[in-house]
């Protein structure tokens, strides 16, 4: 067979079989760009046997083709498999569903302590806490707070320190200001 000659039988199968081999690939593959490769790789295969095609529409001809389809998809399918299974860790928690109570009182906490950080926050004058928050909220610099809040930018960083150390004093030593960051 010629090299013009196989292209030509490659083309005629292409047009004739593509569509059918895709929706095979695809039932296997579940996914579209898997499928095309499926059928793209099964197409490499059949080039090196197009010597065995007689017709294009006989019977060995489509049973040649869906048997190569499937064992190319059903190949990658396991493939992938197998690249889940090395790449996803597994760990017995994953299927440890969270205690409600446990998240009741989680929810709980958090809502004791965020109005707890609003009280320290209104403890404090409109200027100290804008520029608490403009810092631990917004991530500001003391220049752009400076800028924002027309003052000079050491006072925006002195306020900011008296402010921080205000919050300490009034919660303790171990509390840090930055869990404003998370109201």
């Known amino acids: 067979m010629t090299a013009q000659e196989k292209q030509e039988t490659l083309?005629?199968?292409?047009e004739q079989y593509e569509q059918p081999m895709y929706r095979i690939a695809y039932a296997i593959l579940h996914h579209t760009e898997q499928?095309?490769?499926a059928v793209s790789d099964a197409f490499l295969r059949i080039l090196r046997n197009l010597e065995k095609f007689e017709t294009m529409d006989a019977v060995q001809t489509k049973s040649y083709i869906v048997k190569v389809i499937r064992s190319t998809a059903i190949n990658q399918y396991q493939r992938n498999k197998l690249e889940s299974e090395r790449y996803t860790p597994w760990d017995d928690?994953?299927?440890?569903l969270p205690d409600p109570a446990d998240d009741l009182e989680r929810r709980l906490?958090?809502?004791?302590e965020t109005e707890e950080i609003q009280h320290l926050l209104?403890?404090?004058n409109e200027t100290d806490?804008?520029?608490l928050l403009l810092r631990c909220q917004e991530g500001l610099s003391?220049?752009?707070?400076?800028?924002?809040l027309s003052m000079k930018e050491a006072a925006a960083r002195k306020r900011f320190e008296r402010a921080r150390k205000k919050i300490q004093k009034q919660k303790g030593a171990s509390y840090y200001?930055?869990?404003i960051v998370s109201l």
């Not at 083309?11 to 292409?14: A, E, F, P």
């Not at 928690?93 to 440890?96: A, G, H």
């Not at 906490?109 to 004791?112: C, D, E, G, I």
């Open 177 to 179: 200001v930055e869990q």
């Open 142 to 148: 003391f220049r752009e707070i400076a800028q924002r």
């Open 35 to 37: 499928a095309e490769d």
């Open 11 to 14: 083309r005629q199968l292409y």
């Open 93 to 96: 928690s994953i299927l440890d």
């Open 122 to 124: 209104h403890a404090l």
């Open 129 to 131: 806490r804008s520029i």
């Open 109 to 112: 906490r958090m809502q004791m």
